[in-house]
């Protein structure tokens, strides 16, 4: 899903240079379609992977977390800062930060919902055990 990312910031950037809406728009498309997907994503992960006793409280953490980000990028698209003809390419180019933080859970461990369906019942214990560990 990264490379997608990487390809939807590398349009939003090349778009001012080669003066194509177009690109703009196949670009939001892109990114939208990563975006929403991953809006689904996160939460079932983060659900299976905590403990039963904080499930609500990570859920709710990973909601505020989502709302913070639009807010930074709410501010940072202000005039006064990138949201300017000349810099918005920069503001676009933002995009590609959150997917070098998402080249980090190639090391997460698999849910346990995952392992038992997938591999035996004793990995499912392990994957159910690291899941405390790492939250």
Do not use: C
């Not at 490379?3 to 196949?26: C, G, H, P, Q, W």
């Not at 994503?41 to 989502?66: A, D, K, M």
């Not at 300017?84 to 070098?100: A, H, Q, V």
């Amino acid at each position: 899903m990264n490379i997608i990312v990487v390809v939807a910031t590398f349009l939003f950037v090349i778009s001012k240079y080669i003066k194509s809406y177009e690109t703009v728009i196949l670009a939001r498309f892109v990114s939208g379609i990563v975006i929403g997907l991953l809006s689904g994503v996160v939460p079932i992960y983060l659900n299976e992977i905590s403990p039963i006793n904080l499930r609500g409280s990570i859920g709710t953490i990973q909601q505020v977390i989502s709302v913070f980000g639009k807010l930074s990028a709410n501010i940072a698209g202000l005039s006064q800062l990138l949201g300017t003809e000349k810099l918005w390419p920069i503001l676009t180019g933002l995009l590609i930060l959150p997917s070098f933080i998402h080249i980090g859970l190639f090391f997460l461990v698999d849910s346990p919902k995952y392992l038992f369906t997938h591999e035996s019942k004793d990995a499912a214990h392990l994957g159910f055990i690291f899941s405390f560990i790492y939250s």
